[in-house]
């Protein structure tokens, strides 16, 4: 068994295939050069027709000066055509199988284009440049007995040079798999080194905004903000078990509604939909909810409601409780001062722009956080691209081992290093 590294496989080639191919190669160089020389030549006689000196020539026959023109325009059309289908050949200095196929193909092209001329414009030349398109015809046919001599070697002598290049070219493309998949770990190796600067840049945000937010006055204000919420929550505790009870007298035909103003039953509802904001509304001494209260009493204690029994014994408890004890005036004084306490606090961040500076510190950790997505994005398609050439290289250096191992009749395997 043979084992050759990938950079091994052309001199092994070059060393198995030196008595067998390369007389093949010179004679596929004599050729190229040889068609090389002809189409030099057809391009000269087609620039003849150029400087002939039938372009200028004058009958004295009038009839035929208006013949002599035509023909003119026409030789001039035929030549420029003829070196603009010449100058699309590619003449290289390859001489693998593909390049002259490809050589082969340009040819055929160009003597239909060149059969296309000559029967649309040769006609119409006739009976001048006579001499020029005789020897343009001329290296026309040379060119063309060149030509069916390369297609005739590549189908009966080349043809075997095609595997050759074939497997030339499959180490060309896995070298360029390779080269494609060493680009792709440098840019994510890059990547690994952004994507930790990304993380670090982060990190250091987040616990700046965290130390803004949790430090003088944003840590003043969101102090009081839950001082406020339990506040109100000790205040919602306190009116829950009336709540339904204000509900029904809010609904209801009580006589007792008729003690209170327009005013004070607008506050019934208020105290039912948005009961601590209502409660803020008040002023010190809490009238307008004690009346409220009062009402209500009443209401229960007629037996005006249709509530059970349970219930209405409830709601008269904590009814007695708050008129009675004045806990909820305190709760009030509180839940003011906080407020307030808020509403300045508010009013001097506003004035010092504290705000702005928290927007942007938030801007920031958002701008950080979609780049980081982003570029984990990349991340993951980058690995998923050398995962992919990972395989293709594998299977394409397990079919170059089993091609050569064809060719040379032997055991032979390709391995990277």
Aim: aromatic share 6%; charged share 35%.
């Amino acid at each position: 068994m043979v084992t050759l590294k990938l950079n091994e496989v052309k001199d092994y080639i070059n060393r198995k295939n030196e008595k067998r191919y390369n007389p093949l190669q010179a004679k596929a160089r004599l050729i190229n050069q040889k068609i090389s020389e002809l189409l030099n030549q057809v391009k000269t006689s087609a620039e003849k027709i150029l400087t002939s000196k039938d372009r200028d020539a004058f009958k004295a026959v009038e009839d035929n000066f208006k013949d002599h023109e035509v023909a003119v325009k026409n030789a001039e059309k035929l030549s420029q055509g003829i070196v603009e289908s010449i100058g699309k050949i590619n003449i290289g200095e390859e001489y693998s199988y593909n390049s002259l196929m490809n050589l082969s193909g340009s040819l055929k092209l160009f003597f239909q284009n060149v059969n296309e001329l000559g029967r649309r414009l040769v006609p119409k030349i006739s009976p001048w440049f006579k001499t020029e398109l005789k020897d343009l015809d001329y290296n026309i046919r040379k060119l063309a007995e060149q030509a069916d001599k390369l297609n005739q070697f590549l189908l009966k002598e080349y043809k075997e040079i095609e595997r050759v290049d074939k497997i030339i070219e499959a180490v060309e493309a896995i070298n360029n798999s390779l080269n494609e998949k060493r680009i792709l770990q440098e840019r994510l190796e890059s990547l690994k080194a952004e994507l930790e600067d990304l993380a670090n840049q982060l990190k250091e945000a987040e616990e700046n905004y965290l130390k803004f937010k949790t430090t003088g006055v944003y840590k003043n204000y969101t102090q009081i903000d839950e001082d406020l919420n339990d506040v109100r929550r000790s205040f919602n505790i306190i009116l829950n078990p009336i709540l339904k009870p204000l509900s029904k007298l809010s609904k209801s035909s009580s006589k007792a509604l008729g003690d209170l103003s327009t005013e004070q039953r607008n506050a019934i509802d208020r105290y039912i939909s948005e009961p601590f904001l209502t409660f803020l509304d008040e002023t010190a001494e809490l009238p307008m909810l004690k009346q409220i209260l009062k009402t209500l009493q009443l209401s229960l204690l007629s037996q005006e409601l249709d509530l059970k029994k349970d219930r209405v014994e409830k709601a008269i408890k904590q009814i007695n409780r708050i008129l009675q004890d004045n806990f909820l005036e305190e709760l009030y004084k509180k839940a003011k001062f906080l407020t307030e306490s808020k509403e300045k606090l508010k009013a001097f961040i506003a004035e010092k722009g504290f705000n702005e500076k928290s927007e942007g510190l938030l801007f920031k950790i958002e701008e950080l956080k979609n780049q980081l997505a982003d570029k984990k994005v990349e991340e993951d398609r980058l690995q998923t691209q050398i995962l992919n050439f990972n395989s293709k290289i594998s299977k394409d250096l397990k079919t170059l081992s089993e091609n050569l191992s064809e060719l040379f009749k032997d055991e032979i395997e390709v391995t990277l290093s």
